[in-house]
């Protein structure tokens, strides 16, 4: 079960509004005016484009497990 679907169930909404909040929350977050906040959007999404909610939970994923193996 994918963590989206995960979260929808555990809150009874749809996944859909699951993505639509977190869509929300990336690009409030992505406004801001902070360089190291923006220089760390940087390195998440290479292309300056908003990443979906999927890419950023991988990213962010893929960041946890490389540092709880380093």
Do not use: F
């Not at 909404?13 to 923006?38: F, G, L, N, Y």
């Not at 220089?39 to 960041?63: D, F, H, M, Q, V």
Request: proline letters at 4%; glycine letters at 2%; hydrophobic letters at 35%.
């Amino acid at each position: 079960m994918n963590v989206i679907k995960q979260v929808a169930k555990i809150h009874n909404v749809s996944e859909e509004e699951v993505r639509r909040e977190i869509q929300a929350v990336i690009h409030a977050a992505m406004q801001s005016k902070d360089p190291q906040v923006q220089k760390r959007w940087a390195e998440i999404c290479k292309n300056g484009k908003e990443p979906t909610p999927e890419k950023l939970i991988r990213y962010l994923s893929r960041k946890v497990c490389s540092n709880l193996n380093q």
